[in-house]
């Protein structure tokens, strides 16, 4: 199984920082990447996916990059509601695995 | 709009077995992979099982195989989680997900006597 290693596992940030989030595969994915937010009680809100296109009406101030091994999601001007939980997932054969998560919260 | 709608969670005792569904709508269903994904209470999410679009490979994680069973049906847009022998351990919001895509809201799971 490709393993997804994410950091940092909590981040401490405050409103307008620039926010970057790093997951690493075990093996190389390509681009077959996914970025997703989860807030509590609520699912996972896809961001991104193929690395580095956004979903449908997230904001631009979101970007994923990367390909093969290293990949980062990052926000460029954190706002209020964007304290979460953020998770990576490669989809590049199954079991499909997550980053263990990042926990961004306020500073 | 792509929208996935779970249902079928409930309370039921260890030993015992439940049937998920997924009503999917918004795209074109035999198009894509589906999987179920679920999050333990306070826990990160565990990918459970995955199955192709026309249906015949099916995937499944270890700490599920030879218990839960994913299928689909692609005339009524859905897909299904039969889970047997169900654990104290796999209590959990499960949810239905397009392969590297969007999810839908989840239903709950309890195994508890």
């Known amino acids: 199984d490709i393993q997804m290693t994410q950091s940092p596992s909590t981040l401490s940030a405050s409103v307008g920082d620039r926010v970057t989030i790093t997951c690493r595969a075990s093996?190389?994915?390509?681009?077959?990447l996914a970025w997703y937010q989860q807030k509590p009680g609520k699912a996972p809100k896809l961001l991104i996916y193929?690395?580095?296109t956004l979903d449908s009406g997230v904001p631009s101030r979101f970007s994923g990059s990367g390909s093969g091994t290293e990949f980062t999601l990052t926000i460029s001007s954190l706002q209020p509601d964007e304290f979460a939980t953020y998770y990576c997932q490669q989809y590049n054969n199954y079991p499909g695995t997550f980053g263990q998560g990042t926990n961004v919260e306020i500073k | 709009e792509v929208q996935l709608v779970e249902s079928g969670g409930a309370l039921v005792q260890p030993g015992g077995s439940l049937r998920l569904s997924c009503a999917a709508s918004g795209f074109t269903f035999i198009n894509y992979a589906l999987s179920w994904v679920r999050q333990a209470p306070g826990k990160g999410l565990e990918w459970v099982s995955g199955i192709n679009g026309i249906g015949d490979a099916t995937y499944y994680a270890d700490s599920v195989k030879g218990r839960f069973t994913i299928s689909r049906d692609n005339s009524k847009n859905t897909v299904r989680l039969q889970m047997n022998s169900l654990r104290v351990e796999d209590t959990a919001v499960y949810y239905c997900a397009r392969w590297g895509g969007r999810w839908g809201q989840g239903t709950l799971v309890t195994v508890s006597s």
């Open positions: 193929e690395a580095s």
């Open positions: 093996q190389s994915i390509g681009t077959w």
